[in-house]
Structures are given as C-alpha cells and as structure tokens.
C-alpha cells in the first residue's frame, strides 16, 4: 500500500445533497445536480463537530445514482473541507472491472481509502469475492474498508469469507451491516491484529463496540455528530451509563432514520435541520409525510433533553 492511517471512532457516511426537481441541472430523474455549497456545508459540519474520518459516495451518498463527473467533484470538495480528517471514497460495483477503475479514480484524486461494497447482484463464490478484492488493491494501492451489507446486495460476507480477505494486505475493516449481533460478535472473535471491525447500523454501535468493534460508520451523524461521537466515545471508553444515555436518546431517530429506505428519511431531516433539500434521485422518492413527522417529533425531543450543542472535547466527546 501507498498510504497508511488508521481508521477509527466515528465515521460519517455523508449524504450527497442535490438541488430540488425543476432545479438547474434537472433532466427529470427525481433531483437536479449535486448542491455543491449545500455538500461543503456538511462536510464542514460533521468535521468541526466530531467526525473521526468521513465516507463519500456510500448508500447514503446514493452512490450509484451520482454521475462520473459529480463522482469527481464530491470526492475533491470532500479532501478540501475535511479538515485533514481521512477521507474514504465508495468505489463499490458489481463488475470488478468497473469498481477498480472507480478505485484508481478515487486514488487519483487523493483518497485516503476505498469503502469497496461486496459485488451485489452477481453472488460471487467465496474466490471470486477475494479476487475481486485483489484486483480493487491492486488498481489502487490504498487501504480497503469491505462493506458487508446484505440488504442491499443480496450477499452475505460471512465470518469465514472475512477470514479469506484478511489475507489481503490492503483490506484493512469490515463495515458490518448484516445486522446481526451474533455475526459481528463472530467477526470480532475472529479478527486479526491490524484489522478493524465497524457498525454499520446507528442501533447497533454500543453492542459492537462492547464486542470488539472500532466505531461506527454512521448515518444519524449527518445531523446530530456532536451526540453520536459522545455515544461513541463514551462506548470505546467502557463508559457504559454515558454510552446508554445517547443510546437511549438517539435511538427513536435512529429507527426514524430507516422508516423508508436510506437515505430519504435522512433527506427529510436535514431539510428541517436547513442543511440541504430533501431531494433524492429515482427511483428513490421524497419521505412520505408521517415520516417527516416522526422525525420532527424525535428532533424536538432530542432538543428537549439538551443533548444537542456544540461539540466540546471537554464534554465527554473528545478523541478516545
């Protein structure tokens, strides 16, 4: 590998905002452009407020809606306003062929690292799946998160096939979104020193981390990062009555979060929050109305209980 750096805490897989329907840009496919101001004010945002590292261009990114030109101008604005964090770049694709070319493009643009998704679609055997990942390390060269999220692509990374990637040298985490406890507590019995294990579920990061997780590669620290870093942080600590008090604050709206599929809720509120529109690309569509309510209600509540502020080392949400 060219680069080295260590990933840990909180990751923010950073939405992509775009401009509303009708907007410029708009070829009627649900959003116009990507909102480059809008995206440099989040990235902005999580970076000054908690954020360990940031992820562009994941399934929250709606990545493979965002067109090659946007791809380019997403991963540079993210290197520019990420404070010097590590930036980790989505290059996921079910053609290897496709997804090493995103890889090269990404390392060219200075990259940190790859979030490289299992191939979805195609159900690879458990070979096929390492040399889809060899050929991804070798058209880059850059550190490799494997992101297991079987929802979405119809394919288990299973402990044992885990076992296989480690042995390549630039595989260096697991995002975990099986979303299953019993896995990830598998995963992290198993796993090799240097390697890294994150959640991939907001839910989920406490009971990860008490088994051996890094962090959390999250969604709800678009809006709140201040409180998801404090959770974590607190969680990596063995601070378990502070890691429970955000747990049990945040969790209404994480579930919000995934009323419909990601990223619309998420869209929705941080229309509210006045961070961005709420468009997103088909064949995704706008929250439906009572999930926009839902989520003010949690928003209000989460504000009620004073967690939300600004970020402050010395409130319990420093670096671990």
Not at 227 to 255: N, S, W
Request: one cysteine or more; charged letters at 20%.
């Amino acid at each position: 590998m060219n680069k080295s750096i260590r990933l840990e805490g909180l990751g923010v897989a950073l939405a992509t905002p775009f401009l509303p329907a009708g907007g410029r840009g708009d070829e009627g496919f649900g959003s116009g452009a990507v909102d480059l101001p809008a995206f440099r004010k989040l990235v902005r945002y999580v970076a000054e407020n908690g954020a360990d590292f940031l992820v562009v261009l994941g399934s929250t990114g709606e990545g493979p809606t965002v067109l090659p030109g946007e791809r380019d101008d997403l991963i540079a604005a993210t290197i520019e306003e990420s404070r010097g964090l590590p930036v980790v770049v989505g290059t996921g694709h079910n053609s290897t062929r496709e997804a090493a070319a995103l890889a090269a493009q990404a390392a060219g643009l200075g990259a940190d690292a790859l979030l490289v998704v299992t191939p979805y679609y195609n159900k690879p055997q458990a070979r096929g799946l390492v040399e889809h990942y060899r050929a991804v390390a070798a058209a880059a060269a850059l550190p490799i998160v494997a992101y297991n999220v079987p929802g979405r692509t119809g394919l288990n990374l299973q402990p044992r096939d885990l076992d296989l990637l480690w042995a390549i040298p630039e595989v260096v985490a697991v995002k975990e979104s099986s979303g299953s406890l019993a896995q990830i507590g598998e995963i992290a019995r198993r796993l090799p020193s240097g390697k890294a294990l994150f959640s991939g579920d907001d839910a989920l990061a406490l009971p990860s981390i008490a088994q051996g997780a890094s962090g959390l590669v999250s969604v709800i620290a678009n809006l709140l990062p201040a409180e998801t870093k404090r959770l974590v942080a607190a969680a990596r600590r063995g601070e378990l009555a502070e890691a429970r008090r955000f747990q049990r604050a945040l969790l209404p709206l994480m579930d919000a979060l995934f009323a419909e599929p990601n990223p619309v809720p998420l869209k929705a509120a941080m229309a509210l929050k006045g961070l961005s529109s709420d468009a997103v690309r088909l064949p995704l569509m706008a929250a439906e109305e009572a999930t926009r309510s839902r989520i003010a209600d949690c928003l209000a509540s989460i504000a009620g209980e004073k967690l939300c502020g600004p970020y402050s080392a010395g409130s319990g949400g420093g670096r671990p």
